[in-house]
């Protein structure tokens, strides 16, 4: 393509299409660039969250997309790290939080410092030297100050309802001048190795010069390009499936994730 992209489509579901569709907008909307979404049936369900990383934040400043707002419209729960349980056999749960490094000492790091300790004998987890791991397990959200060590600080993503997320991310798309089709399926047109058009079950016909695959593992576009034959590792894996269930809330609302290893998986 020896021309400037002009037009985009994005093909997919839930918040990766709209999140994709909105970020394509906000960067080259006032380059003249038409974004349009083929929006595919949800998969989401009521039990449903997005778990994020603190760059999610980031993301948002980037859109022009309200914090605040994300935070009201999507019960949202600040998560600091993930917990995990179960994992090493014997060991006991350790946190992975999201912070930086401790301060180095000298030239060297504060990791190689507390490695040395252990093989003489520490007792103490590496968790326990960070901002962000105590943080977690004492239910609070660190909030970097004007005056704080950046060397200390350390980050916090969202629990955000799935449902919410994806219908705020989908009306602030629209309301920036994202067009939309919706299609329970797709046919796509190749033209050699490139797609040139895809022909929703309701015989729309949407063209543009760059496509963006955003239907997760269904690979409604790529898996119709030549050379792209999907390699399945299902026999391999001990478990190839993920439950979504809810529980009445709890009592006070934990600053981390609960990963847990159980023998189903």
Known sequence: MSQPVRSVAVVGRDAAVWLAAAALKRAFGRAGVDVQVVELPSLLQAADVYATVPSIRGLHRLLGLDEEIVVQACDAVPMVGQRFSNWAEAAPPFMQAFENDPPPGADLSFVQYWMKARLEGLKVDLSHFGVGAAAAT?????????????ALAAGFGYHLDAVAYTNILKQYALHNGVTATSARSVQ?????????????DRGARVEAQLFVHATGTEASLIRELPGAEFESWRSWFRADRALAASAPPLANLPAFSQVSAIRAG
């Open 138 to 150: 004492q239910g609070r959200v660190p909030l970097a100050g004007e005056e704080s060590d950046p």
């Open 188 to 200: 796509v047109e190749l033209d050699g190795e490139r797609i040139e058009a895809v022909v929703t």
